[in-house]
Protein backbone atom coordinates (compact mmCIF):
# COMPACT_ATOMS: atom_id res chain seq x y z
CA UNK A 1 0.00 0.00 0.00
CA UNK A 2 1.32 3.33 -1.05
CA UNK A 3 1.00 5.85 2.06
CA UNK A 4 2.37 9.29 2.58
CA UNK A 5 0.65 10.09 6.21
CA UNK A 6 2.77 7.78 7.97
CA UNK A 7 -0.32 5.33 9.13
CA UNK A 8 1.40 2.47 7.60
CA UNK A 9 -0.24 -1.27 7.76
CA UNK A 10 1.19 -4.59 7.11
CA UNK A 11 -0.26 -5.98 3.62
CA UNK A 12 0.80 -9.33 2.92
CA UNK A 13 0.37 -9.65 -1.08
CA UNK A 14 -0.12 -12.25 -3.14
CA UNK A 15 2.82 -12.37 -6.44
CA UNK A 16 2.88 -14.73 -9.44
CA UNK A 17 5.60 -16.42 -8.50
CA UNK A 18 3.89 -17.26 -5.36
CA UNK A 19 6.07 -15.34 -3.45
CA UNK A 20 4.58 -13.58 0.12
CA UNK A 21 6.01 -10.04 0.35
CA UNK A 22 5.07 -8.40 4.36
CA UNK A 23 4.84 -5.24 3.76
CA UNK A 24 4.84 -1.90 5.79
CA UNK A 25 4.40 1.32 3.47
CA UNK A 26 6.38 0.68 -0.07
CA UNK A 27 9.14 -2.51 0.01
CA UNK A 28 9.61 -5.33 -2.60
CA UNK A 29 12.48 -6.48 -3.88
CA UNK A 30 14.62 -5.73 -7.08
CA UNK A 31 13.78 -9.05 -8.30
CA UNK A 32 9.95 -8.69 -8.09
CA UNK A 33 10.36 -5.88 -9.95
CA UNK A 34 12.97 -5.25 -12.60
CA UNK A 35 12.99 -2.14 -15.05
CA UNK A 36 11.78 -3.21 -18.16
CA UNK A 37 13.72 -1.27 -20.79
CA UNK A 38 11.28 -2.03 -23.09
CA UNK A 39 8.46 -1.74 -21.88
CA UNK A 40 5.54 0.45 -23.36
CA UNK A 41 6.05 3.49 -21.22
CA UNK A 42 9.38 4.12 -22.27
CA UNK A 43 8.38 3.01 -26.07
CA UNK A 44 8.43 5.76 -29.17
CA UNK A 45 6.05 5.67 -31.16
CA UNK A 46 2.03 7.56 -31.99
CA UNK A 47 0.84 9.25 -29.23
CA UNK A 48 -2.84 10.68 -28.13
CA UNK A 49 -3.10 14.16 -28.57
CA UNK A 50 -3.31 14.63 -25.11
CA UNK A 51 -1.52 16.94 -22.56
CA UNK A 52 2.86 16.45 -21.68
CA UNK A 53 3.83 17.62 -18.47
CA UNK A 54 7.49 18.64 -18.50
CA UNK A 55 9.48 17.27 -15.44
CA UNK A 56 12.80 18.78 -15.27
CA UNK A 57 15.08 17.07 -12.72
CA UNK A 58 18.70 17.61 -10.85
CA UNK A 59 19.20 13.74 -13.06
CA UNK A 60 17.58 14.64 -16.25
CA UNK A 61 14.38 15.46 -17.89
CA UNK A 62 11.07 13.77 -17.97
CA UNK A 63 8.60 13.62 -20.06
CA UNK A 64 4.81 12.74 -18.96
CA UNK A 65 1.68 12.21 -20.89
CA UNK A 66 -1.76 12.81 -18.90
CA UNK A 67 -4.37 10.35 -19.04
CA UNK A 68 -6.95 13.60 -19.71
CA UNK A 69 -9.63 11.19 -21.50
CA UNK A 70 -9.52 8.49 -19.03
CA UNK A 71 -8.61 10.24 -15.55
CA UNK A 72 -10.13 13.68 -16.13
CA UNK A 73 -10.38 14.18 -12.56
CA UNK A 74 -6.99 12.76 -11.59
CA UNK A 75 -4.99 14.33 -14.55
CA UNK A 76 -6.64 17.92 -13.85
CA UNK A 77 -5.80 17.88 -10.80
CA UNK A 78 -1.84 17.07 -11.01
CA UNK A 79 -2.61 19.39 -14.04
CA UNK A 80 -3.57 22.50 -11.86
CA UNK A 81 -1.00 21.72 -9.55
CA UNK A 82 1.76 22.02 -12.09
CA UNK A 83 0.19 25.26 -13.47
CA UNK A 84 0.65 27.24 -9.90
CA UNK A 85 3.92 25.77 -9.96
CA UNK A 86 3.30 23.32 -6.72
CA UNK A 87 6.08 20.98 -7.64
CA UNK A 88 9.44 23.42 -8.51
CA UNK A 89 11.98 22.86 -6.67
CA UNK A 90 10.18 19.85 -4.38
CA UNK A 91 11.91 16.11 -3.69
CA UNK A 92 11.70 12.75 -4.40
CA UNK A 93 10.77 11.70 -0.83
CA UNK A 94 11.01 7.86 -1.33
CA UNK A 95 12.75 5.46 -3.86
CA UNK A 96 11.63 1.45 -3.60
CA UNK A 97 14.32 0.04 -5.94
CA UNK A 98 12.57 -2.14 -8.66
CA UNK A 99 9.39 -0.77 -7.55
CA UNK A 100 8.88 3.06 -7.87
CA UNK A 101 10.04 6.51 -7.09
CA UNK A 102 7.70 9.29 -5.23
CA UNK A 103 7.54 12.98 -4.89
CA UNK A 104 5.59 16.04 -4.56
CA UNK A 105 5.27 16.09 -0.87
CA UNK A 106 5.72 19.72 0.12
CA UNK A 107 6.88 18.69 3.35
CA UNK A 108 9.38 16.39 1.66
CA UNK A 109 8.67 13.26 4.33
CA UNK A 110 5.55 11.67 2.77
CA UNK A 111 3.04 13.51 5.21
CA UNK A 112 1.90 16.63 3.11
CA UNK A 113 -0.39 17.44 0.99
CA UNK A 114 -1.71 20.48 -1.18
CA UNK A 115 -3.31 23.37 1.00
CA UNK A 116 -5.74 25.08 -0.70
CA UNK A 117 -5.31 28.92 -0.32
CA UNK A 118 -8.56 29.30 -0.28
CA UNK A 119 -10.11 27.13 2.43
CA UNK A 120 -6.77 26.79 4.11
CA UNK A 121 -7.67 22.87 4.06
CA UNK A 122 -5.89 20.22 2.45
CA UNK A 123 -7.22 19.52 -1.31
CA UNK A 124 -8.27 15.57 -1.50
CA UNK A 125 -9.74 14.17 -4.95
CA UNK A 126 -11.54 11.21 -5.18
CA UNK A 127 -10.28 7.66 -5.95
CA UNK A 128 -10.50 7.53 -9.80
CA UNK A 129 -9.86 4.26 -11.55
CA UNK A 130 -10.45 2.01 -14.28
CA UNK A 131 -10.12 -1.43 -15.39
CA UNK A 132 -7.59 -0.22 -18.62
CA UNK A 133 -5.53 1.99 -16.35
CA UNK A 134 -3.18 0.02 -15.14
CA UNK A 135 0.37 -0.51 -13.28
CA UNK A 136 1.70 -2.72 -16.58
CA UNK A 137 4.96 -1.44 -17.02
CA UNK A 138 7.48 0.65 -15.83
CA UNK A 139 7.17 4.51 -16.01
CA UNK A 140 3.61 4.20 -14.99
CA UNK A 141 2.51 7.56 -13.27
CA UNK A 142 0.09 7.43 -10.27
CA UNK A 143 -0.99 9.19 -7.41
CA UNK A 144 -0.20 7.99 -3.89
CA UNK A 145 -2.52 8.31 -1.16
CA UNK A 146 -3.53 7.14 2.53
CA UNK A 147 -5.58 4.22 3.59
CA UNK A 148 -8.94 6.28 2.77
CA UNK A 149 -9.37 5.34 -1.27
CA UNK A 150 -10.12 9.52 -1.25
CA UNK A 151 -6.91 10.90 0.13
CA UNK A 152 -4.84 11.46 -2.68
CA UNK A 153 -3.91 15.31 -3.22
CA UNK A 154 -0.26 15.94 -4.65
CA UNK A 155 1.65 13.09 -3.99
CA UNK A 156 2.18 11.15 -7.08
CA UNK A 157 4.77 7.94 -8.23
CA UNK A 158 6.13 6.49 -11.27
CA UNK A 159 6.57 2.95 -11.54
CA UNK A 160 9.97 1.09 -11.98
CA UNK A 161 8.54 -2.30 -12.84
CA UNK A 162 5.14 -3.90 -13.53
CA UNK A 163 2.96 -3.71 -10.31
CA UNK A 164 -0.52 -5.24 -10.99
CA UNK A 165 -1.57 -5.24 -7.49
CA UNK A 166 -1.77 -2.07 -7.32
CA UNK A 167 -4.28 -1.84 -10.44
CA UNK A 168 -8.01 -0.25 -9.52
CA UNK A 169 -6.70 0.52 -5.93
CA UNK A 170 -4.53 3.06 -7.34
CA UNK A 171 -5.69 6.27 -9.52
CA UNK A 172 -2.91 5.89 -12.92
CA UNK A 173 -3.15 8.73 -14.76
CA UNK A 174 -0.37 9.11 -16.61
CA UNK A 175 2.82 7.53 -18.68
CA UNK A 176 6.35 8.44 -19.16
CA UNK A 177 7.03 9.26 -22.86
CA UNK A 178 10.72 10.47 -22.51
CA UNK A 179 13.11 9.93 -19.83
CA UNK A 180 12.88 6.85 -18.68
CA UNK A 181 16.60 6.58 -18.24
CA UNK A 182 16.50 9.63 -16.23
CA UNK A 183 13.70 8.24 -13.70
CA UNK A 184 15.85 4.49 -13.68
CA UNK A 185 18.62 7.21 -11.63
CA UNK A 186 16.57 8.61 -9.35
CA UNK A 187 16.76 8.78 -5.78
CA UNK A 188 15.66 9.97 -2.67
CA UNK A 189 16.43 13.46 -2.19
CA UNK A 190 16.47 14.37 -5.96
CA UNK A 191 14.74 17.76 -6.90
CA UNK A 192 12.16 18.64 -9.78
CA UNK A 193 13.50 21.75 -10.10
CA UNK A 194 11.06 22.87 -13.09
CA UNK A 195 7.56 21.19 -13.72
CA UNK A 196 5.89 22.99 -16.14
CA UNK A 197 2.86 21.91 -18.89
CA UNK A 198 3.32 21.32 -23.03
CA UNK A 199 -0.03 22.15 -24.88
CA UNK A 200 0.00 18.53 -26.66
CA UNK A 201 2.32 15.05 -27.11
CA UNK A 202 4.77 16.00 -29.59
CA UNK A 203 6.16 12.33 -29.91
Given at each position: ???FNGRYSQVVLSMVAGMLVLMTGICFSNEAFAIDSKSAAGKKGKMSNEPVVVME????TIKIQLFAKDAPNTASNFQGLVAKGF???LTFHRYEPGFCIQGGDPKGDGTGGYIDPATKKEHRIKLEVKPNLKHEAAGVVAMARASDPDSAS???YITLGPASFLDMNYAVFGKVIEGMDVVSQLRKGDKMTKVSLL????K
Open positions: MLTTNKGYNGCQFETAT
